[in-house]
């Protein structure tokens, strides 16, 4: 039995094969992710932190040609968020987060209308 990993609209699937026979074709991941980074996950009221969206394929690896619409979300524990749109030029987009109160914040961005994971980053404000 060998494996083989093809990608089919934008997903990443493992086909389990007998020679030519195709045994199982299993979802493995989105083929696009989007990645979420800063220097720091915590900070203290009123300072700015630079946060940084990243296109990458499957295997983690920067896709420096592509633009791509983001939206991003910004949510304070049980508040509603704040929604804000960038545009990836050359794989990357940027943008300054700042609060005037404390506590745990998510940042989601999410890519439109593709296949992918979505960026994921917890910022802690004391």
């Known amino acids: 039995m060998n ?3 093809i990608i089919e ?3 990443v699937y493992e086909l389990h094969k007998d020679g030519d026979e195709v045994i199982c074709k299993c ?3 989105a083929a696009l992710k989007l990645v979420v980074t800063g220097g720091k996950s915590s900070m203290g009221i009123g300072e700015t932190l630079s946060l940084h969206v990243e296109l ?5 690896t920067p896709i420096p040609d592509r633009s791509q ?3 991003v979300s910004v949510a304070h524990e049980e508040g509603d968020p704040v929604v ?3 545009e990836a030029v050359g794989g990357k987009a940027e943008f300054d987060f700042m609060s005037n109160s404390a506590g745990t914040f998510l940042v989601r961005a999410v890519a439109d209308e593709v296949t992918h994971e979505p960026g994921v980053f917890c910022v802690e404000v004391q």
């Open 27 to 29: 979802f493995k991941c």
């Open 9 to 11: 609209n934008g997903s």
């Open 56 to 60: 990458r394929d499957w295997q983690d």
């Open 3 to 5: 494996t083989e990993i």
């Open 84 to 86: 804000i749109a960038l």
């Open 69 to 71: 619409k983001i939206t």
